[in-house]
């Protein structure tokens, strides 16, 4: 009896692909297939995309004659080229350092647009062993205390009167602390930080590959100023820092840089222990659009 | 008459080679000569290294054919390879986007060992218009009150019993506060945190290039715990966020998570007239000895 694949690992399935057709030198390449599901403002998850990138990268080992490759993302940095939509998804490996505590992997996702390979997301990923990561804590953030996710707002709570932005925010079960959510009542005087619990709604617990998907998975932090356009990312480098536990992940997301038309976001991430298991930080475009409620 | 070259811009000097010998696709190569004028243990500063990367990402489409590229690094993500030494290195460019406000360039700088092309740095560069930015401030980090240069400590202050890291020490003007150098005289009470000025002692001024020098030109913020080894950074993503007007810089160097044999290391960096201009991240190993003075 096989177990079927959540959601999530069915978003992330990747068919290596002969690698004798790879362009690029000495890594394998993947297919695979994005769904609409994932879609937000019309353009697939900029964190679904990560993690397949992330995950492309601990696999592109597997299928290499050139190197082999640590199995965990340890620091992995996108620069996203254009938006990514619904249908097969081509992703090259090149395996640029094969080392003996990490490796450094370039990957590139692309779509055929107008029947031409276009690029949509490039990565550079160090991988690395987390298991085999060891050294005492000197100083690690504390994790907030949260009201339980029952007092939180879920995406199910949103006011009408706000248009769902997709069918992504569905994919993952977000509840919002009451801070969190003043905006969605015309309230914008504490701008600029997010708390939230997150875990995905099917049982899937998380891993390292799926806190990828989680560090860009809530709303943009200029929600709280009312600006409520799309946020579209240029970077986003994220740091895995442990193997996180089973159970509720909570994070908190903020913003000390929002001006000249591009803001930086900074996220933590906690497991059920309290252990920080992942940073993030990326740059995105001021919102096309801005209107209050 | 031609002004001499400053100290700085002559480590940056690039030379174009024929791009018909480049082994990447669509992008020109250019070499270049790293001193040892800017090694620190024993390897070239990764700060430096990263400059160089974001000022060849930045000449990309001046030597290309295969599209423009923007002049100014907004976003840069390098992955650290193997250490740098003194002597000839090439660094190789793909540009992976040319769009209407932002390029996408990858670049590549390796150096020959033992007669083999061996990688050293592999960044992506996110490239832009700093003029043409605009859009109101929404949210911005203070500039921090630091006492006046005068009244910090600097690299000459160094007390007798602590050794030269190298001689990158002396390419930069850095002023440590008061408060930043308790750790030389063994008080280990206040942990990671450095506030400090900085600029170049020829009087280069600041552009967004050397930015990306300065985002890694203070020692680690290990320091301050007592841990004087080299910590060698894994990765680094600098943002440029505006043009630096003349004078002296500002900056803060910080961790929140030193935990598992890694540590992150954030970075603001202020003009002389408040703004802030760059925010930096590196993942670092921890420092490989540990010695209390």
């Known amino acids: 009896m096989t177990t079927p694949l959540s959601e999530f690992d069915t978003a992330l399935t990747l068919t290596p692909v002969d690698s004798t057709s790879a362009r690029s030198g000495g890594g394998p390449a993947f297919t695979a ?7 937000i403002g019309g353009a697939v998850n900029g964190g679904l995309l990560l993690a397949l990138l992330g995950k492309a990268a601990s696999r592109a080992g597997e299928h290499s004659a050139s190197g082999s490759v640590h199995p965990d993302p340890l620091a992995i940095s996108a620069h996203y080229l254009s938006a990514s939509v619904r249908g097969p998804a081509r992703i090259e490996t090149e395996i640029v350092r094969s080392g003996r505590t990490t490796s450094v992997v370039s990957v590139h996702l692309e779509q ?36 339980p996710p029952d007092q939180c707002y879920a995406t199910t709570d949103t006011p009408q009167g706000f248009k769902s932005p997709g069918p992504f925010t569905e ?13 969605a009542l015309g309230d914008f005087s504490a701008p600029g930080t997010f708390n939230a619990w997150i875990r995905f709604p099917d049982g899937r617990e998380p891993d390292p590959i799926s806190l990828l998907q989680i560090v860009d998975a809530l709303p ?8 409520f356009g799309w946020a579209p990312t240029v970077e986003l480098t994220a740091y895995v820092r442990a193997r996180p536990a089973p159970g509720w992940l909570s994070m908190q997301i903020s913003t000390s840089t929002y001006a000249r038309g591009f803001l930086e976001e900074d996220v933590q991430v906690w497991d059920s222990t309290g252990e920080l298991v992942a940073q993030a930080r990326q740059l995105a475009s001021a919102p096309r659009f801005t209107q209050k409620t």
């Not at 297939?33 to 879609?39: E, H, N, T, V």
């Open 220 to 227: 943009p932090v200029t929600y709280t100023w009312g600006h």
């Open 171 to 183: 994919r993952l079960d977000v509840r919002l602390t009451p801070g969190s959510v003043a905006w």
């Open 33 to 39: 297939q994005l769904s609409d599901r994932w879609a």
């Open 112 to 147: 055929k647009q107008d029947d031409k390979p276009t690029g949509r997301v490039r990565a550079l990923v160090t991988t690395g062993d987390l298991d085999a990561l060891d050294g005492p804590e000197f100083i690690t953030p504390p994790c907030p205390e949260l009201p």
